[in-house]
Nanobody, 119 residues
Framework: QVQLVESGGGLVQPGGSLRLSCAAS????????MTWYRQAPGKERELVAV???????NYAHPVKGRFTISRDNDKNMVYLQMNNLQPEDTAIYYC?????????????WGQGTQVTVSS
């Protein structure tokens, strides 16, 4: 059974930090591109950061220089370190996996974790 389980969200003041974690199971994690998305109230879901199977990174412009995505293939974990958080970062953050098992492409989503940035 495939699972992506996010954790680490919460309430933080502007300028603060949070570290999100995503625990993956049920698929060959190292072969999947891992992505963090977020969805703010009333807005569409948007890509935040991507780490591919070779470790290459890509970030959305609003989070560049503040957020860092990383992965641990031994632990089947992906992380999002978020620094200097701002109110506009308030959203539900989702973990996403994209890859191929055999010749069949798959995508998986976690259930999301709420991040609220407020004073």
């Amino acid at each position: 059974q495939v699972q992506l389980v996010e954790s680490g969200g919460g309430l933080v003041q502007p300028g603060g930090s949070l570290r999100l974690s995503c625990a993956a199971s049920g698929f060959t994690f190292s072969r999947y591109i891992m992505t963090w998305y977020r969805q703010a109230p009333g807005k569409e879901r948007e890509l935040v950061a991507v780490i591919n199977t070779g470790g290459s990174l890509n970030y959305a412009h609003p989070v560049k220089g503040r957020f860092t995505i990383s992965r641990d293939n031994d632990k089947n974990m992906v992380y999002l370190q978020m620094n200097n958080l701002q109110p506009e970062d308030t959203a539900i953050y989702y973990c996403h996996a994209q890859g191929v098992t055999g010749v069949v492409p798959y995508t998986y989503w976690g259930q999301g974790t709420q991040v609220t940035v407020s004073s």
